[in-house]
């Protein structure tokens, strides 16, 4: 099996390699080929018996990505986007790597007749928006507050429609907020809630950017790789004609963060977040839904976390 990442030098990207390589396969068949897509170009992971390809590669080009697809790769993750706060400063910017380049991939899966091939993007809570019921579910209209989201639910529908047309075999996951990210905060606006868990848990300082009877829906990173691998495998008549649908995370407040700070590491901990709120960050933020009903993804066969305290504890086994 021959398997194309892009945005494979990313967070998810690397640790997707990783969980890959780790398997050996993928939907029971031997994984023999990894190309590995980025703008810069992505770490040589170490990987016996299996051909892997670093590229370099401005998948925004007009072409960039025809080299790849024509190797016909079986299965192409879509990781590879601008996140929301840099989207939303950057319209254009935004448009070209989350919009722009999904159409190009594609329009090139149809020039080179990747019907078969499945497809898996990686989309966002950031798709939902505008005044929505108390318990969203996957058919929930999509209404986004802010750029990365609409680029997002744009690209969902021409996945849809590509795959209506047997074009490409798409499948859309619909990524929670992912926690806790390790490294350093990024742009994205959902960035903070990594960071009041992870900084002060690493003993360093963080800041709070919204209320703290802010509700969000997230999910941990050993999840959405588990979901990601889980996307490849499901069948296409499972699925249907609808190819996106919402991952199962969990709800939690704020409060609720802080409080499992606290159990884990003390009030010292806590002591360490700031709050200083930031309008535009809340603005972002406080337009996506917190609460959904996830029973197609746990008919299909995806698993969520058990609850926040599960996540906090698998980020420091990991990093211990």
Same mark, same amino acid.
């Given at each position: 099996m ?6 494979a030098?990313g967070?998810l990207?690397?640790r997707?390699?990783a969980?890959?390589l780790?398997r050996?396969a993928?939907?029971?068949q031997?994984i023999?080929r990894?190309t590995l897509?980025?703008?810069?170009e992505p770490?040589?992971p ?12 401005d998948i ?12 016909k790769?079986d299965?192409i993750?879509h990781?590879?986007a601008?996140v929301s706060?840099a989207?939303?400063? +950057? &319209?254009?910017?935004g448009?070209?790597?989350?919009f722009d380049?999904t159409? /190009?991939l #594609?329009? @090139?899966?149809?020039?080179h007749?990747?019907?078969g091939t499945r497809?898996i993007?990686?989309?966002s809570v950031?798709?939902?928006?505008g005044d ?11 209404q ?6 609409a680029?997002?639910a ?11 047309r047997g074009?490409?075999?798409?499948r859309v996951?619909?990524l ?5 990210r390790?490294g350093r905060p990024?742009a994205?606006?959902?960035s903070?809630?990594s960071?009041i868990?992870?900084?002060?848990l690493?003993g360093e300082e963080a ?5 703290? +009877? &802010?509700?969000m829906?997230?999910?941990s990173p050993?999840?959405?790789?588990? /979901?990601? #691998?889980h @996307?490849a495998?499901?069948s296409g008549d499972a699925l249907?004609?609808f190819?996106a649908?919402?991952?199962?995370g969990?709800?939690v407040t704020?409060t609720e963060?802080l409080?499992?700070?606290?159990q884990?590491?003390?009030d010292?901990?806590?002591a ?5 709120p930031?309008?535009r ?19 299909l066969?995806?698993r969520?976390d ?5 996540i906090?504890?698998?980020?420091l086994?990991a990093?211990?």
């Open positions: 021959h398997i194309a990442i892009t945005g030098a967070f990207g690397q997707l390699v969980q890959l780790a050996g993928l939907d029971g031997p023999r990894l897509l980025d703008v810069a770490p040589m170490a990987g016996d018996g299996v051909e892997i390809t670093p590229l370099a590669l925004t080009e007009p072409g960039g990505l025809d080299p790849v697809l024509a190797t790769p299965v993750y990781l590879a601008v706060a989207a939303e400063v +950057d &319209l254009a910017l448009m070209r790597v989350n380049a159409r /190009a #594609l329009e @090139g899966c149809h020039a007749g990747l019907a497809l993007m990686a989309s950031a798709a939902y928006g929505l019921p108390e318990l969203v579910d996957d058919m929930t209209a999509l986004p507050q802010n750029s990365y989201g680029q997002k744009m690209s969902e529908l021409l996945i849809n429609d590509y795959s209506r074009l490409v075999d798409g996951l619909r929670p907020t992912i926690i806790i390790p990024n994205a606006a959902s903070f809630a960071s868990l992870r900084e002060p690493n800041v709070c950017p919204v209320p703290t +009877d &802010l509700s829906f997230v999910m050993q999840k959405v790789i588990e /979901a990601l #691998l @996307g495998e499901v249907g004609p190819r649908f919402m991952l199962p969990i709800t704020v963060m409080e499992t700070l606290r884990v590491a003390g010292g901990a806590v360490l977040v700031r709050h200083e930031d309008p960050i809340a603005a972002i933020v406080s337009n996506w839904p917190s609460r959904f009903t996830t029973r197609r993804a746990l008919e066969g995806f969520g058990g609850d926040l305290r599960e906090v504890d698998a980020f086994e990093k211990a």
